[in-house]
């Protein structure tokens, strides 16, 4: 059965300080996704990567970095916490090219900034 | 880019009625339709799609149309069960490019016994 990790369901952190959001998969899957749930925004693209060390900016990068130093992982940094990125992050995968398309996503990391 | 409308943003049926949630996209290059259920405490999962050569497409109790023209497209549950109660989100974008993927703003179901 395919599997995407998220390695803490629930974080709080204070204003300022350096987060990590780690997550795994275990499809082989090239392309991983991080995305941002709000109430009312549906689901929004932080970043993108198609390969090991390789990545891109998707629609809301701002505040945020990432990391994929290996196939299966992909970790999103927040290097300083605010409370306007409280949320819910979600991690995705799906194989390169095809014609599926299916994201398959973890189970989400709901993050608290106080 | 690409932008997609959902609504109603909240939806309440009776239990065995039929529920329908409607998305219009605004790139008439999108191709590619899919349907994501997110139950409560889960992550989305996929659970039907349609492309742009096909204008409706069923499995068991839930059936989703196209209409390219309109650039519009809903998802339809038959016989509403508990189990249904759940975030839905529909989404567009060109096949294969999952990177394009633009999410609505999601409906939540409630299915009342």
């Known amino acids: 059965d395919v599997k995407v990790t998220q390695s803490s369901r629930y974080l709080v952190k204070r204003t300022g300080e350096k987060v990590f959001l780690e997550c795994v998969q275990d499809?082989?899957?090239?392309?991983m996704f991080w995305y941002r749930q709000d109430p009312g925004l549906g689901l929004r693209l932080i970043y993108f990567?198609?390969?090991?060390?390789?990545?891109e900016k998707g629609d809301i990068p701002e505040g945020y970095s990432v990391s994929r130093e290996k196939k299966e992982r992909f970790s999103l940094i927040l290097e300083s916490a605010s409370t306007n990125q409280t949320s819910m992050y979600l991690c995705?995968?799906?194989?390169?090219?095809?014609?599926?398309?299916?994201?398959?996503f973890g189970e989400g990391s709901r993050l608290t900034v106080l | 880019g690409e932008n997609v409308e959902q609504h109603p943003s909240t939806l309440s049926v009776q239990e065995g009625d039929s529920a329908v949630i409607k998305c219009t996209y605004s790139?008439?290059?999108?191709?590619?339709f899919p349907w994501y259920k997110q139950e409560l405490g889960k992550g989305p999962q996929l659970i039907i799609d349609i492309r742009s050569n096909v204008g409706e497409k069923k499995d068991q109790r839930i059936a989703v149309t196209l209409n390219k023209t309109a650039k519009h497209f809903s998802l339809h549950i038959t016989e509403t069960q508990p189990e249904d109660s759940a975030v839905y989100f529909c989404?567009?974008?060109?096949?294969?490019?999952?990177?394009?993927?633009?999410f609505g703003s999601g409906t939540q179901l409630t299915v009342l016994p």
């Open positions: 990567s198609y390969d090991v060390k390789m990545k």
């Open positions: 995705a995968s799906t194989t390169a090219g095809g014609n599926t398309g299916e994201l398959f």
């Open positions: 790139d008439s290059a999108s191709n590619y």
């Open positions: 989404a567009a974008s060109l096949e294969g490019s999952a990177r394009q993927l633009t």
């Open positions: 499809m082989d899957h090239e392309n």
